[in-house]
Nanobody, 126 residues
C-alpha cells in the first residue's frame, strides 16, 4: 500500500511564498506521474499542477501558472510545489497524488490519480 504524506502548509500573507512537500512510500516512484490538487472551502477539488514521471514535462492550471512550480526528486521519492506570489484565492487544502500505472501520458484528470495524501492546509490572508 502506497502512503503519501504532505507537509509545508501554513498561514501566510498575500505575496508570500510556501513550499509544499510530499513523501511517497511506494516502489518505482520514478515511473509515476505526480500531481497536486486543492480544495477550497465550499468548492470541488481542482487540479493545480502535474509532473511527468521523467520530470521533463509539467502542466499547470491557468490560475497558478507562472506562480507555482512543481518538481520531483526521484532519489528521495519526493514531489514539491513551490508556491510564489500567493493570493487569498489560493487558500485551500492541498493534496498530492500519484498515478498507479507506470510511464503514462501526463494528465490533469483527477480520476487518473489513484494514491492521495491526507492534505495540508494553506491559508493566505489579504
Amino acid at each position: 500500500q502506497v502512503r503519501m504524506v504532505e507537509s509545508g502548509g501554513g498561514l501566510v500573507q498575500a505575496g508570500d511564498s510556501l513550499r509544499l512537500s510530499c513523501a511517497h512510500s511506494g516502489r518505482s516512484f520514478e515511473n509515476y506521474n505526480m500531481a497536486w490538487f486543492r480544495r477550497a472551502p465550499g468548492k470541488d477539488r481542482e487540479f493545480v499542477a502535474a509532473i511527468a514521471w521523467s520530470g521533463d514535462r509539467t502542466l499547470y492550471s491557468d490560475s497558478v501558472k507562472d506562480r507555482f512550480i512543481i518538481s520531483k526528486d526521484n532519489s528521495a521519492k519526493m514531489v514539491y510545489l513551490q508556491m510564489n506570489s500567493l493570493k487569498p484565492e489560493d487558500t485551500a487544502v492541498y493534496y498530492c497524488s500519484s498515478q498507479v500505472l507506470a510511464r503514462r501520458s501526463l494528465t490533469t484528470t483527477e480520476t487518473s490519480y489513484v494514491y492521495w495524501g491526507q492534505g495540508t492546509q494553506v491559508t493566505v490572508s489579504p
